[in-house]
């Protein structure tokens, strides 16, 4: 249950949304299994046990999307195609043109499909209508928009935004790099990304090395921006930022863990857990948001 990348973004937090009343609306986009002739599908499922969708906890709330695709191998298919094609000019005596091949291509699939394995894969999502956040955990924005997508069909008004800082990531990165230290609250760890703007794109990556040396500043003196940088907010969480304001490879560390002690069941722990990550980030994420100069004018998600 514990998130491992952020997608971020901000909600106004006079949407007015109560938890039952997006309860009612995300059931009308419940998930329902691919048919035999869908490539994918696409619906809301319970984020825990098979009870309510949104999952209301001390005033946060969570939801799951499901996400079904038919695994439908284009070998297999391309494959079957050009052996129907074969037939057809054994048995014609002329090789089909383009526009034949493709409504065979197309016959064929068809025919496969309804035999085709579905991959099923669940994005969370923690909304914190009080503090006006909206997080997808997500490795990227496309897997971020495809549910915020479902998210604004679903419900009568979303007042998302994507969060634009003051100051960009990749210039903050920068600022502290060079000054080698990092906002108060944070601590630079041993990772990161550089990038060159020139046509080359040339790139300098450092895993697990000191970051505090000469050798850094003449690769940011020579014009190369930080695209990741591995940090620590109040030893509690490390992280990955990067220059898209992105939160990657989040791990929540032991100190906080252990605020999570046994539960009596498998749902009071799934709760605990829960509350505790939901209360750190948003912690978290405001402490983030002021070390880049606080929030720019709202742009919509």
């Given amino acids: ?145 495809l549910a915020l997508e479902l998210l604004r069909k679903s419900t009568e008004d979303l007042p998302a935004r994507v969060v634009k800082p003051h100051i960009a990531p990749a210039t903050a990165m920068r600022t502290w790099l060079n000054a080698k230290e990092a906002p108060a609250g944070f601590s630079i760890d041993r990772d990161c990304d550089l990038r060159s703007d020139l046509e080359d794109k040339s790139t300098v990556r450092y895993s697990n090395h000191p970051l505090d040396t000469d050798e850094v500043k003449n690769h940011l003196a020579d014009g190369k921006a930080p695209t990741r940088l591995a940090m620590t907010w109040a030893d509690r969480l490390s992280f990955v930022l990067t220059e898209r304001m992105e939160v990657k490879n989040l791990e929540f560390l032991d100190v906080l863990k252990e605020q999570s002690g046994p539960a009596e069941s498998e749902e009071e722990q799934f709760d605990a857990d829960f509350a505790i990550m939901a209360l750190e980030l948003s912690r978290f994420l405001l402490a983030l948001v002021d070390a880049l100069g606080g929030e720019e004018e709202e742009v919509p998600a």
Wanted: proline share 6%.
């Fill in 1 to 145: 249950m514990w998130f491992k990348n952020l997608q971020i973004y901000g909600l106004d937090t006079a949407w007015g949304m109560g938890a039952d009343a997006l309860e009612a609306q995300l059931a009308s986009h419940a998930f329902q299994p691919c048919g035999n002739m869908d490539m994918e599908s696409l619906g809301w499922i319970p984020p825990f046990g098979k009870d309510r969708l949104v999952r209301n906890v001390a005033g946060h709330w969570l939801i799951r999307l499901c996400h079904e695709q038919k695994l439908l191998p284009s070998d297999a298919v391309n494959r079957l195609t050009q052996e129907r094609a074969s037939q057809i000019e054994e048995k014609e005596g002329y090789r089909p043109g383009r526009k034949q091949v493709r409504e065979i291509k197309e016959r064929v699939t068809d025919e496969l499909l309804p035999r085709a394995f579905g991959r099923r894969r669940a994005t969370l999502i923690w909304i914190d209508p009080y503090n006006g956040w909206l997080v997808v955990d997500a490795p990227n924005v496309a897997s971020a928009d």
